[in-house]
């Protein structure tokens, strides 16, 4: 029957793939190129590694990639892991969204996810001269995933709604997650349905880009499949060291694209993270305080960098164009009192607004950032000192003043996310003032920082700018 010769035919090309993409995966595990899973934005194996709710975490994975364009040559790539498994919203790397149903075996997510794919910004290869820029897309999407103990199968829709490609993809996934001790390993098998709009946009060629060694191509609607084997490593309660190899086959019209390799692309992760909350919370019940911190700050002139600021080798602020922030931070403890050590750990959500001087319109940002306290200094019994660090992620309405005129007069693009640092020194109030009723109110200096891990993140535009803001505050616990 024809319907017995189809699935007959199904099955071989199937097998077939697999094959390569075995073949292709072991390979991986010596070569230091990265995988197209991360380059086209499936991240998830690698990155939903917190499993309780309330828990967050901080990491970083760098990878290399030979470039899946023609003569795109090797590139590397940092990847900043910002976490959070929360009751009802999530944050995992490059993806964000709310939990729409988590009943432990089934669970529905609205999402929101930065595409890592595109062209390079830093370095064109010579096969993309002349065309217009693919930049990365924003998706909005709708995942199911249903978890059984043979293993998790997952499904997700994803639409283009930045206006970039306009596309649509439909992704099917299995990993099975096996565990021994500090072990862990996921292997994983998918599936990607994209469709013409998503694959021309960023593996065709349009006519008025064509050249004589460089044919207009539109590759349409295809299917690429990823297989992976995705690992952890708990070093600690708290840290683990994460890993990955993995190929991706890129649809065979792709691959006839005048720009695109024609070959199976492997990848190697090598990575780690900082679990704030994964396993147990110390000291961070439900009757917790609940941290508000207002600051005021202005910009810093060009050339005071972080590090001199911290150092005290430069203080100054901006005298020609000078802008400013207001904000607001509200956090709530994670960590109190680490093994026993005067540390602490507390998560903060930001809202900052930018006052541009009519430079150019104002704006306000998001941070959502993890900060350390510590306070063991041999005075703090008479008068509370905390030295905090912040680190996390910022997203902007549109790039501060001084980040997009720094960036025009360098010639290189912006990027509304940044990597976002929160260094502060503070002092109690109450007690210089002797007040107990002020004990947990905080008078401080900072930093606003933002920056772009020195253009080497393609999750943060491979932007090398960034912006400091002098600010101080006035801190409080409710």
Avoid at 191 to 209: F, I, K, M, S, T
Avoid at 314 to 343: D, E, H, M, R, Y
Wanted: net charge positive; with cysteine; charged share 20%.
């Amino acid at each position: 029957m024809p319907s017995d010769r189809f699935l007959m035919k199904s099955a071989r090309l199937l097998k077939q793939r697999l094959q390569q993409l075995l073949g292709a995966g072991l390979a991986a595990a010596g070569l230091l190129a990265m995988t197209p899973a991360l380059a086209l934005g499936e991240l998830e194996p690698l990155t939903n590694i917190l499993s309780v709710p309330g828990s967050a975490g901080l990491g970083v994975v760098t990878h290399f990639e030979h470039s899946a364009y023609r003569d795109g040559g090797n590139r590397y790539d940092v990847l900043p892991l910002y976490l959070y498994e929360g009751e009802r919203f999530f944050l995992h790397a490059n993806r964000g969204g709310v939990k729409l149903q988590d009943a432990g075996d089934q669970r529905f997510d609205l999402f929101i996810e930065q595409r890592l794919e595109g062209f390079p910004a830093d370095r064109l290869p010579a096969s993309l001269t002349g065309m217009a820029t693919r930049d990365s897309g924003i998706d909005l999407g709708l995942s199911w995933r249903y978890r059984q103990p043979w293993g998790t199968l997952q499904a997700e829709l994803l639409h283009d709604i930045g206006g970039f490609s306009k596309g649509s993809e439909f992704r099917l996934g299995y990993t099975y997650d096996w565990r021994s001790g500090p072990w862990s390993l996921r292997p994983s098998l998918s599936v990607a349905l994209r469709d013409a709009r998503l694959n021309n946009y960023y593996y065709g060629v349009r006519p008025g880009e064509a050249t004589p060694g460089r044919a207009a191509y539109s590759p349409g609607a295809g299917l690429n499949t990823t297989l992976g084997l995705f690992g952890s490593y708990d070093l600690s309660q708290r840290w683990r060291l994460l890993a990955g190899v993995s190929a991706t086959l890129l649809d065979r019209q792709v691959r006839d694209s005048p720009i695109v390799q024609k070959r199976v692309l492997p990848g190697v992760y090598v990575g780690a993270a900082y679990d704030f909350g994964g396993h147990t919370r110390e000291g961070a019940q439900d009757g917790s305080p609940t941290w508000f911190k207002l600051l005021y700050g202005k910009a810093t002139d060009d050339g005071c960098h972080l590090l001199k600021i911290v150092t005290a080798q430069c203080l100054s602020v901006a005298s020609v164009n000078p802008t400013s922030i207001t904000g607001l931070q509200v956090g709530k403890p994670f960590l109190q009192n680490v093994n026993g050590w005067p540390l602490d750990f507390v998560g903060y959500a930001g809202l900052t607004s930018h006052n541009d001087r009519g430079l150019q319109a104002n704006g306000v940002q998001i941070d959502l950032f993890m900060k350390a306290f510590y306070s063991g200094f041999p005075w703090s019994d008479r008068v509370k000192t905390r030295l905090g660090m912040g680190v996390g992620v910022s997203l902007a309405q549109r790039a501060p003043y001084i980040e997009a005129s720094s960036q025009a007069q360098a010639g290189k693009p912006v990027s509304r996310m940044l990597n976002y640092l929160d260094p502060t020194i503070d002092v109690s109030l109450g007690d210089l003032v002797g007040s107990r009723a002020l004990k947990d109110t905080f008078i401080g200096v900072g930093v606003s920082h933002r920056s772009g891990i020195f253009g080497s993140s393609r999750l943060l535009g491979n932007v090398s700018g960034g912006s400091n803001y002098l600010y101080t505050y006035v801190e409080s616990a409710l």
